[in-house]
């Protein structure tokens, strides 16, 4: 069964960085799309990056030039750094493995990002 896991997560200072880790088992890694995506309280599952199997990447506008989305596929991992961290990118954090083929897709259970001083 396919499994993902994040870690990296925590408490940071305003423009401060963290880098989110997310290990996927079970699955094909290299040829599946990943996403990370956020949910803060009371607001929507949002996009953040995603990185196809080929690499070419996406993120929404609030994040360009702040955070960088990567994919190591000897690790089975997908990354997410992140910089010049807001208080607004306060969240649960979570690695998603898009639908392949007739496989479904894949949510991690989630990790927090707090950002405050």
């Known amino acids: 069964q396919v499994q993902l896991v994040e870690s990296g997560g925590g408490l940071v200072q305003p423009g401060g960085s963290l880098t989110l880790s997310c290990v996927v088992s079970?699955?094909?890694?290299?040829?599946?799309?990943m996403g990370w995506y956020r949910q803060a309280p009371g607001k929507q599952r949002e996009l953040v990056a995603a990185i196809l199997s080929g690499g070419n990447t996406n993120y929404a506008d609030s994040v360009k030039g702040r955070f960088t989305i990567s994919r190591d596929n000897a690790k089975n991992t997908v990354y997410l750094q992140m910089n010049s961290l807001k208080p607004e990118d306060t969240a649960v954090y979570y690695c998603y493995q898009y639908p392949y083929g007739l496989n479904m897709g894949y949510w991690g259970q989630g990790t927090q990002v707090t950002v405050s001083s």
């Open positions: 079970g699955s094909i890694f290299s040829i599946n799309h």
